[in-house]
């Protein structure tokens, strides 16, 4: 993971497949997501946002959000958005480096920060948040041939973006952007 990390690559975004969409304007509020991987086989911890969330509810996303005022960095925020999300305790959590943010059209630059999991990790997840925890294999993650681009009517025109299916989970969006170019660090 180390050595991915080290290859060179600039920040990612939702408009990367569709050039024509102009990014929000303004300045975009930071946030962190937490890429953790579990030490004895490297699954992936993924959720499934509540479905009585009003951003996003139903989509897969890695545990996370915005940076709070309380948050040293995008770092502590994405261990805290853990710990409050899933019950990962950030003792836990070996954090190994962070991706370039990846800037959304909803106006966030979504740092992803890479870490291990250490120990036995049994997740609770907070009810009013998330509606299951669950993990992804490292070979899927990990594996550019797992990423398509599909697409989809949003907002009166036709958008693109990245998706990586696994069984009944449809990881799509800056999820799956995020994902596909950590896979592609991988691969290099």
Same mark, same amino acid.
């Given at each position: !993971? =180390?050595?991915?990390?080290?290859?060179?690559?600039?920040?990612?975004?939702?408009?990367?497949?569709?050039?024509?969409?102009?990014?929000?304007?303004?300045?975009?509020?930071?946030?962190?997501?937490?890429?953790?991987?579990?030490?004895?086989?490297? =699954?992936?911890?993924?959720? /499934? =946002?509540?479905?009585? !969330?009003?951003?996003?509810? +139903?989509?897969?996303?890695?545990? +996370? +959000? /915005?940076? *709070?005022? +309380? *948050?040293?960095?995008?770092?502590?925020?994405? $261990?805290?958005?853990? &710990?409050?999300?899933?019950?990962?305790?950030?003792?836990?959590?070996?954090? %190994?480096?962070?991706?370039?943010?990846?800037?959304?059209?909803?106006?966030?630059?979504?740092?992803?920060?890479?870490?291990? %999991?250490?120990? &036995?990790? *049994? @997740? %609770?997840?907070?009810?009013?948040?998330?509606?299951?925890?669950?993990?992804?294999?490292?070979?899927?993650?990990?594996? @550019?041939?797992?990423?398509?681009?599909?697409?989809?009517?949003?907002?009166?025109?036709?958008?693109?973006?990245?998706?990586?299916?696994?069984?009944?989970?449809?990881?799509?969006?800056?999820?799956? &952007? %995020? $994902?596909?170019?950590?896979?592609? =660090?991988?691969?290099?």
């Amino acid at each position: !993971m =180390r050595q991915a990390l080290a290859a060179p690559a600039g920040p990612t975004s939702d408009f990367d497949l569709n050039p024509e969409v102009a990014p929000p304007a303004g300045q975009l509020r930071p946030a962190g997501v937490l890429a953790a991987f579990h030490e004895d086989d490297g =699954r992936l911890v993924l959720t /499934k =946002r509540a479905a009585t !969330m009003r951003h996003h509810p +139903g989509q897969i996303a890695l545990p +996370g +959000g /915005k940076v *709070d005022p +309380g *948050d040293a960095d995008v770092i502590a925020a994405a $261990l805290r958005e853990a &710990r409050e999300e899933i019950a990962l305790p950030t003792e836990q959590v070996e954090v %190994i480096g962070t991706l370039p943010a990846h800037r959304t059209v909803t106006g966030f630059a979504i740092t992803p920060v890479l870490a291990v %999991i250490r120990g &036995r990790f *049994d @997740p %609770i997840p907070e009810p009013g948040e998330v509606a299951e925890v669950f993990d992804l294999p490292f070979d899927h993650i990990a594996d @550019p041939a797992c990423y398509r681009v599909e697409g989809r009517y949003w907002r009166g025109s036709w958008r693109s973006y990245h998706a990586a299916p696994y069984g009944p989970y449809y990881l799509w969006g800056a999820t799956a &952007r %995020i $994902l596909w170019s950590l896979a592609n =660090r991988f691969a290099a």
